[in-house]
């Protein structure tokens, strides 16, 4: 007997995985997550790491297990260990695999090196200035413009990682203005109205299950030695968000495969469930956890051009 809500993972994608090599325990390898969202039905899903640019695993997962039907797709969170804000970096990671069409679908800016996750987790004065912070005005930080531009160049999916909301709102501005069509910002942090204004500028909202899980309890290494834990947000803030912004302006994913979490699939099951008891249609689900990701993603039958700004 399956478990209520594994109908829901059929054509899902997955955009946020955490299954590669971590100094922190995995639940599952690339590999098993494959095979498992195979199992499930999932249709694709995507490949995080802080550590390294994830195209090449991507790559050697399709090749590998290509007749499991999940397609895989990886990118490059530009965190100091892959070489931080570098415009090799990103044409690197725009072309690694085995031949073309295999390079990074997404772009990210960090994920904890930025000065908004570096304070709330306590770090020090000193470490706080070592991470990314975006000016309200004047110059964006240097390439981050040269970066935005490769995006647009590749059409791929530019993810403004760990920012706060007015930081996101100033980054989407200026990737639009560069020709950057395919942006998505991980907004469980943000406010209702600036998640408003970044989805009328173009950019889709992404709520993860990692922030809603007791993940935020435990303490982790999530970059080095030292141990923190992320502000849980609650279900009824994410809701409220959702429904500002519309089902068709969100993107639903796991975040999950740290050993502190279920395995990603489950995780996903979990959280669609979750979305599911507010009140949102199957409908609304399948938009948000299947044709949004495959559109901006460019993963199967589903992929399409991303709708016009505003």
Known sequence: MSMPGMEMLRGAIDSHVHCCPHINGRTVTVFEAVREAAKAGLAGIGLLDVFANTSGLAALAMRELDELGVEVFGGIILEPYVGGLSTRVVETALDMGYGPGTGARFISLP???????????GRSPVF???????????????PLGEIMERVADRDVVFNTGHLTGEETIRV???AAKR??????CPASYFTTDEAREIVGLGAFVEFAFFVMSHATQVGTTMIDSEKHCFPPVTLDTVVEKIRAV????????????SF??????????????????EGFSRDDIRRMVAENPAMLFKVGAMAAEPPPAG
């Open 111 to 121: 994920c904890h090196h930025t000065q908004f996750v570096a304070r709330s987790e």
């Open 128 to 142: 706080v200035e070592t991470c990314l912070a975006i000016p309200a005005k004047g110059a964006l930080p240097d």
């Open 172 to 174: 989407v501005e200026e």
């Open 179 to 184: 020709g950057v069509r395919r942006i998505l």
């Open 246 to 257: 519309g089902p068709e302006h969100t993107v639903l994913s796991s975040d999950s495969g």
């Open 260 to 277: 502190i979490l279920p395995p990603p699939v489950e995780a996903l099951r979990e959280w669609l469930l979750m979305i599911e008891s």
